[in-house]
C-alpha cells in the first residue's frame, strides 16, 4: 500500500468509531458519543483531504479518476457538507445514519482498492471535469437527502408506534427534517441537472463517449428521473409523509448498490 | 465546625405542616436575622418551597443548634414544637452537603429531575448572600449546589420528557411541527383538560384558536378565552383540513371523527401533517385515523403511557446523578478540609520558606565572591526575617482554631497569601 492508502485505512477506522459513537449517544443515550464522534470526523476529514491531494498530485489525476477515489472523493464531499450543517441546524441525530454510510462506502471502496478499480480516467476536456464534479456535488445533495429521509422515516415510525422517548428525544422535528430533505433534494437535483446537461452537451461535441454508451452517465439519469419524479409530486400532488420519504429512502439505496456494482465489477 | 441541615419535606409531613412552617419570600430576610440571633451558628441559610422548608447551619456545636433551630421555628412559626417535631429531619457535614447537592440536582424532589428547585435553591442563596448570613463554607456550598444541579440536567436525562398529559401533547406538537408559531389548533368539544392542552400550545406560540361543540354558546364562550373563533358543529368535515392539531373531548358515545372525514381533510391539506389528541373516554376519534400517511393521533392512555416512561427514564437517570453528588461531595469535603488550621500552617510556612529559598539562590548567584561565613549571615538574616514576619500570622491562626469561626479567619489568611494557588 501506498501512503495515501494507509491513510485512508486510517480514515476507516476514523469513520467506523464515529459511526460508533454517533450511534452510542442516538440510540443507547451514551452521552458524549456524538462529541467524540464528531472530534474523529474531523480528523478523519482533514487526514481524508490530505490523502487525496496526496493522491491527486502522485497521479498527476483529478481525485475522481478512478472508483476508488470517486468513492473517497464522494464520502469527504458527503462528510463535509454534513459537518456544515450539523451545529447550525441542530442535526447531531443525522450524524447517526451518514456516519454509516460514509463507513459503508469507503470500505467497499477499500475492499476491492485500487488496482481493481480501473486505471485512472482521462479528463482531456474541462467540460468533463466541470460535468463529474457538478454530479458529484448533486449526489452529495442527494446522499444528505437519502439520510435525512431516514431520519423522517425512524421519526415517523416511533410516532406511529408511541415509542416516543429515549432516541425521540435526539431526532429533529418531522416538519424541520421534511424541509430539510426537500432543500437537500432540490440543490442536489439542481446541480446533476446541470451536470447531466453538460455531460450530454460535452458527449455528443467534444471528445468523450456518447451518453447512452456509459452505464454512469444513465445511472445517474435514472436517479435524476426518480428525485425528479419526487420534487413533481411533491409539488403536484402534494406528496409528503412517509411514501415520500420511502421513495427517496429506496431510490438512493438501489442507485448507490447498482453504482458500486458497476464499478467495482470483476 | 460542622455544617448542619435541618427541616422537613413532602416525605416526611404532610400538607399543612409544610404550609405552616413555610417562609414566604418576604418573610426570609427576617427569619434569618432572628435565626442567627437565636442559634449557635455562624452562617445560615432557608431554602422554603411547597415541598420543603429547610435551614443550612455552619455551628461548632450541631446539637445545641438543631435544638435553637426548632425553638426558633415553633417561634417563628407560632406553632408548638411537638407538633413537627416527629416530621423534622436533620444531617450533619458530608450528609447535609449531600443532602442539597440531592436537593439542588431535582433527585430529592416529589416530581424527580423538576427545575424549579434549582432556581429555589438559588433564591435561597440569594436572601442569605443579601442578610449577610453566607459567608465562607455555606458560599461555596450553596454554589457549588448550583453548579452540580446544572451539571445534573446538562450530563444526564433527569429532566428530560414532560410529566403530565398536557405538556407531553405539547412536546409531541412540537416534534412533529418543530416551531408551533402559525399552527391552528382546532378544539372539538368544550372540556376542561382540551382547554388547558390548547393553553399549552398557545403559551408555545400557536396562533389560531377554532372551537366546535354541539352546544353552540360553549364552544363561543370557550372561543372567546382563547379570541378565537367557532366553527359550526355540522360544519366540521368541511372545516377540518384547517386543523394542524385538533383537541377532542366530547362527550359523545360514538366516534366523532371517522377516517373517511380525516382522509378527505388530508387530501384537502395537500397532506401536511395533522396531529390528533382524542382524550375524550370514550374515544371520539376512529384509531384507523393514525394509519393514515402524516396524521398522527394519540389517545388518552398513549399520552398517559408516554408519561409513564419519560417517569420511568427520569428514574433510570437518578443513579447517574447519584454518583456525580458522590463525586462533588467529596470534592467538597477536600476543599473543607483547607480550612482546618493545621494544613494551613503548614502551605504558609513552605511558601515562606521556598520564597526565601529562590531569593537566597538568585542573591547568591549574583554575587559569587561570597563565601563561607558570608553566605551563613545572610542565611540567617533572611530566616530571621521570614520567622519574624510569620510569627503574627501564625499565632493568629493558631487562635483561630480555638473559636467557632476561627475558618473564616483562616479563610482570609488562605486568600491574603494565595495558599489555594499555589497547592
Same mark, same amino acid.
Given at each position: 500500500m501506498k501512503g495515501h492508502e494507509w491513510l485512508l485505512m486510517l480514515v476507516l477506522l476514523a469513520y467506523l468509531a464515529a459511526t460508533m459513537g454517533y450511534q452510542a449517544e442516538i440510540f443507547f443515550k451514551v452521552k458524549g458519543g456524538a462529541r467524540g464522534g464528531r472530534i474523529l470526523l474531523l480528523g478523519a476529514v482533514v487526514l481524508q483531504g490530505i490523502a487525496l491531494v496526496g493522491h491527486t498530485l502522485a497521479l498527476?489525476?483529478?481525485?475522481?479518476?478512478?472508483a476508488f477515489t470517486a468513492a473517497n472523493f464522494f464520502v469527504w464531499l458527503l462528510l463535509v457538507a454534513f459537518l456544515l450543517v450539523e451545529k447550525p441546524r441542530r442535526l447531531t441525530a443525522l450524524g447517526a445514519f451518514v456516519t454509516p454510510m460514509a463507513f459503508f462506502v469507503s470500505l467497499v471502496a477499500f475492499a476491492v482498492r485500487m488496482g481493481r478499480a480501473g486505471s485512472p480516467a482521462r479528463f482531456d476536456s474541462p467540460w468533463l471535469v466541470v460535468h463529474v464534479v457538478l454530479i458529484g456535488l448533486g449526489f452529495v445533495g442527494l446522499g444528505l437527502a437519502f439520510c435525512l429521509a431516514l431520519v423522517y422515516l425512524t421519526s415517523e415510525k416511533m410516532l406511529k408506534t408511541k415509542h416516543v422517548t429515549g432516541t425521540f428525544r435526539y431526532l429533529p422535528s418531522l416538519q424541520i427534517t421534511d424541509q430539510l430533505v426537500l432543500q437537500s433534494t432540490t440543490i442536489g437535483l439542481a446541480l446533476m441537472t446541470v451536470g447531466l446537461a453538460i455531460g450530454f452537451y460535452g458527449g455528443m461535441t467534444h471528445t468523450f463517449i456518447a451518453p447512452w454508451r456509459d452505464g454512469r452517465i444513465l445511472l445517474s439519469a435514472f436517479t435524476w428521473l426518480l428525485f425528479a419524479l419526487y420534487l413533481c409530486t411533491r409539488r403536484l400532488l402534494g406528496w409528503q409523509g412517509s411514501k415520500a420519504h420511502w421513495m427517496i429512502v429506496a431510490g438512493f439505496a438501489v442507485f448507490v448498490l447498482t453504482l458500486m456494482v458497476y464499478q467495482f465489477r470483476p | 465546625m460542622h455544617i448542619l441541615a435541618l427541616g422537613l419535606n413532602h416525605r416526611t409531613a404532610p400538607v399543612d405542616l409544610r404550609e405552616r412552617l413555610a417562609f414566604a419570600p418576604s418573610q426570609v430576610g427576617e427569619a434569618l436575622r432572628r435565626l442567627m440571633q437565636q442559634a449557635p451558628a455562624t452562617e445560615a441559610a432557608i431554602l422554603s418551597t411547597c415541598n420543603r422548608s429547610e435551614v443550612y447551619a455552619v455551628t461548632s456545636n450541631h446539637n445545641a443548634a438543631v435544638e435553637r433551630i426548632k425553638q426558633f421555628l415553633a417561634q417563628f412559626h407560632n406553632l408548638p414544637a411537638e407538633r413537627f417535631s416527629p416530621h423534622l429531619y436533620h444531617c450533619l457535614d458530608d450528609e447535609s452537603v449531600k443532602h442539597l447537592f440531592r436537593v439542588a440536582c431535582g433527585v430529592d424532589s416529589m416530581v424527580v429531575g423538576e427545575t424549579q428547585i434549582l432556581a429555589q435553591v438559588k433564591e435561597a442563596f440569594d436572601s442569605a448572600r443579601a442578610c449577610g448570613t453566607v459567608r465562607v463554607v455555606l458560599d461555596e456550598l450553596f454554589r457549588r449546589a448550583l453548579r452540580v444541579g446544572k451539571r445534573a440536567r446538562t450530563e444526564t &436525562?433527569?429532566?428530560?420528557?414532560?410529566?403530565?398529559v398536557s405538556s407531553a401533547a405539547v412536546e409531541l406538537a412540537k416534534q412533529i411541527f418543530? *416551531?408551533?408559531?402559525?399552527t391552528n389548533i382546532l378544539l372539538l368539544g368544550a372540556g376542561k383538560m382540551s382547554e388547558l392542552t390548547a393553553r399549552y400550545l398557545v403559551a408555545q406560540g400557536a396562533t389560531a384558536v377554532f372551537v366546535t361543540n354541539r352546544t353552540y354558546e360553549r364552544a363561543a364562550e370557550l372561543a372567546r378565552k382563547f379570541n378565537g373563533a367557532t366553527i359550526a358543529w355540522d360544519h366540521l368535515p368541511q372545516q377540518?383540513?384547517?386543523?394542524d392539531i385538533v383537541i377532542s373531548s366530547t362527550a359523545a358515545p360514538h366516534y366523532v371523527l371517522r377516517h373517511d372525514t380525516v382522509a378527505a381533510a388530508m387530501r384537502a391539506r395537500r397532506r401536511r401533517p395533522m396531529f390528533l389528541i382524542d382524550i375524550a373516554v370514550p374515544r371520539d376519534i376512529e384509531p384507523s385515523v393514525n394509519a393514515l400517511d402524516n396524521v398522527f393521533l394519540f389517545n388518552i392512555d398513549d399520552l398517559e403511557q408516554v408519561v409513564a416512561e419519560n417517569r420511568r427514564e427520569r428514574e433510570k437517570e437518578v443513579h447517574k446523578v447519584e454518583v456525580m453528588i458522590a463525586e462533588e461531595t467529596g470534592k467538597f469535603a477536600q476543599w473543607l478540609k483547607t480550612l482546618e488550621v493545621t494544613p494551613t500552617l503548614k502551605a504558609l510556612t513552605q511558601k515562606a520558606e521556598q520564597i526565601r529559598e529562590a531569593e537566597l539562590q538568585a542573591l547568591f548567584n549574583r554575587l559569587p565572591h561570597l563565601q563561607g561565613r558570608d553566605r551563613e549571615l545572610i542565611q540567617a538574616a533572611l530566616k530571621a526575617v521570614v520567622n519574624k514576619l510569620l510569627h503574627d500570622p501564625l499565632i493568629t491562626l493558631r487562635e483561630a482554631a480555638?473559636? &467557632? *469561626?476561627g475558618y473564616l479567619t483562616i479563610d482570609v489568611m488562605r486568600r491574603a497569601f494565595k495558599l489555594d494557588n499555589d497547592s
Open positions: 498527476r489525476t483529478a481525485p475522481f479518476a478512478n | &436525562d433527569i429532566s428530560k420528557g414532560a410529566l403530565s418543530g *416551531d408551533l408559531r402559525g377540518l383540513h384547517r386543523a480555638q473559636s &467557632d *469561626d
